[in-house]
């Protein structure tokens, strides 16, 4: 081979690869956007929303009804068994048995898909460890989601005071859209990632 032949061939090969390199770079994931694009994740930007009157209206008076799907069924299960029910976070939550059977009905069948579940006792759910009730706000999924905003603007903030409130934020949160582009934090605006 004639050395400018062998230039040539050198030549195209180290552009082919930087070419190849900064196509990789330019598409490369370096955010925690990954549900706007669709892949598989266990807080979806949007879930199901609540259907059930009876859940709406039974849970719903005191909080917000939480959509199903962001827990797993047996953490469900064992918020709705009658005991936790009289200590539900601190407050007496007790229901008929026959209320408590069709919210646990409904809360089942539309709880997340049995392949994400959090595992009782798992680090994904301390709650679990410590004798306490799942909390959704607990799960490594729901602190993964909200680890960029500070406690002042949630904790710290007189018309949020918890995680647990999100429709203070999440402008759609009860119809189950939790996308970035709904969030509206009181006393500060728009949330950006």
Known sequence: MSPYRFKSVLTLLVTGTLAVSSAHLAFADDDDDDHERGKDDWFESRQAPVVNATYSEECGSCHMAYQPGLLPPQAWARIMTSDALIDHYGDDAS???ELRAE???FLAANATNVSQQ????DASNPGATSGGLPRITASAEFKDE????????????PEVNSFSQCNACHQKA????YDERWIDIPGHGPWRD
């Not at 959090?118 to 006792?121: A, D, L, Q, Y």
């Not at 909200?146 to 903030?157: F, K, M, Q, S």
């Open 118 to 121: 959090m595992i009782p006792g």
């Open 95 to 97: 229901l008929s048995e």
């Open 146 to 157: 909200h680890d960029e905003i500070p406690a002042r603007l949630v904790t710290g903030n």
């Open 174 to 177: 009860a119809e189950g859209n």
């Open 103 to 105: 919210i646990s009905a």
